[in-house]
């Protein structure tokens, strides 16, 4: 079981992680513009995904707007994702089904 606010991994061998599905405070899909199929993830049925980021471990317990302000500017400066990003949305990892912000780039 992930604890909110830790600030490491307590998933079982995974200390060292900086991100995890699990632990991490946040989680933002990242929502591609149509035509960048090759940035999404292979699911094992086949199906492509929009790529998850999650937020770092060591940012846990924070504001979490302004955690994921911060993410907003990783995206906004990798090259892999320039011109592809259509909308970022941000959830308190855990609940998928209510986001917390919602960012059109
Ligand atoms: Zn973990």
Redesign the pocket.
């Known amino acids: 079981m ?1 604890v909110k606010g830790a600030k ?4 079982p061998g ?1 200390s060292d ?1 900086i991100f ?5 405070d946040l989680r933002m899909l990242i929502l591609l513009k149509n035509g960048n199929d090759n940035l999404k993830y292979r699911r094992p049925n086949g199906q492509l995904s929009n790529p998850v980021w999650y937020s770092r ?1 060591k940012y846990n317990g924070r504001d979490a707007y302004k955690v994921a302000d911060k993410m907003v500017e990783s995206v906004k400066k990798d090259p892999k994702y320039a011109g592809a990003v259509q909308v970022l949305m941000f959830y308190i990892n855990g609940n998928r089904h209510q986001h917390i912000k919602k960012v059109i780039l």
């Open positions: 992930s490491k991994c307590t998933c995974r992680k995890c599905p699990r632990c991490s471990l």
